[in-house]
């Protein structure tokens, strides 16, 4: 009864942490829009730039805290399903990816900068991919949780491109996500070490 229980509920699309993920996903394109507007030659956009750089700032702010309370309540609560673990990643990368590539074209991250993290987000999604197929799990190290937090407070700063109470945001920005780029590299070699590791281990047990 209970396996039968624990199997519908990993069905679940209608619970909190999908409705949490699936608003992350949905503030997305406000972050898409408001970022390219500043791009455009409309004179409103180009008066308010300044503006438009803060709302889509906050409103990355929302979304990374969406991001750790759905993971929050669902670890809280033991709620797993097959929609969540599929989409509160994929959400993860879109934000990310998506307001590298606006940042890029805005001229406030180096492309090596952005090239370096999205070939890494691409490299640890294939990474994951062989260790679910070979029935493998490779917990995320502390060191890629915190490339995740100083990425999420990286990428925000510079959105503004301003300087508010004489605090250079625009600078502290492209230092911590130069770190980030640093951390990112380390622990993508790191968990390539561990699953690597952990598939030779299996090989010998099985051929014991």
């Not at 490779?138 to 890629?144: D, F, T, Y």
């Not at 230092?175 to 968990?191: G, K, N, P, Q």
């Given at each position: 009864?209970?396996?039968?229980?624990?199997?519908?509920?990993?069905?679940?699309?209608?619970?909190?942490?999908?409705?949490?993920?699936?608003?992350?996903?949905?503030?997305?394109?406000?972050?898409?829009?408001?970022?390219?507007?500043?791009?455009?030659?409309?004179?409103?956009?180009?008066?308010?730039?300044?503006?438009?750089?803060?709302?889509?700032?906050?409103?990355?702010?929302?979304?990374?805290i969406?991001?750790?309370?759905?993971?929050?309540?669902?670890?809280?609560?033991?709620?797993?399903?097959?929609?969540?673990?599929?989409?509160?990643?994929?959400?993860?990368?879109?934000?990310?990816?998506?307001?590298?590539?606006?940042?890029?074209a805005?001229?406030?991250?180096?492309?090596?900068?952005?090239?370096?993290?999205?070939?890494?987000?691409?490299?640890?999604?294939?990474?994951?991919?062989?260790?679910?197929?070979?029935?493998?799990?490779?917990?995320?190290s502390?060191?890629?949780?915190?490339?995740?937090?100083?990425?999420?407070?990286?990428?925000?700063?510079?959105?503004?491109?301003?300087?508010?109470?004489?605090?250079?945001?625009?600078?502290?920005?492209?230092?911590?996500?130069?770190?980030?780029?640093?951390?990112?590299?380390?622990?993508?070699?790191?968990?390539?070490?561990?699953?690597?590791?952990?598939?030779?281990?299996?090989?010998?047990?099985?051929?014991?």
């Amino acid at each position: 009864m209970e396996q039968s229980e624990q199997k519908n509920n990993e069905w679940d699309i209608d619970n909190l942490p999908n409705r949490l993920t699936m608003f992350r996903v949905l503030l997305i394109p406000i972050i898409i829009g408001t970022l390219s507007l500043i791009q455009t030659e409309w004179a409103w956009a180009q008066q308010n730039k300044v503006l438009l750089g803060y709302i889509a700032g906050w409103t990355c702010v929302v979304a990374s805290i969406t991001d750790f309370f759905d993971g929050w309540i669902a670890r809280r609560r033991g709620i797993v399903t097959l929609f969540g673990s599929f989409l509160d990643p994929i959400a993860d990368k879109f934000l990310v990816v998506s307001s590298l590539i606006l940042l890029q074209a805005l001229g406030r991250v180096h492309v090596l900068i952005v090239i370096v993290l999205v070939l890494r987000e691409i490299y640890i999604t294939a990474l994951r991919l062989l260790a679910y197929e070979r029935e493998l799990i490779v917990p995320v190290s502390k060191l890629a949780k915190w490339k995740t937090a100083l990425q999420l407070i990286a990428i925000p700063m510079l959105m503004p491109d301003d300087i508010p109470w004489g605090i250079p945001m625009t600078l502290i920005g492209q230092i911590l996500i130069s770190i980030c780029t640093l951390l990112s590299v380390y622990s993508a070699l790191e968990y390539s070490y561990n699953l690597l590791r952990k598939m030779k281990h299996k090989r010998l047990k099985d051929e014991k």
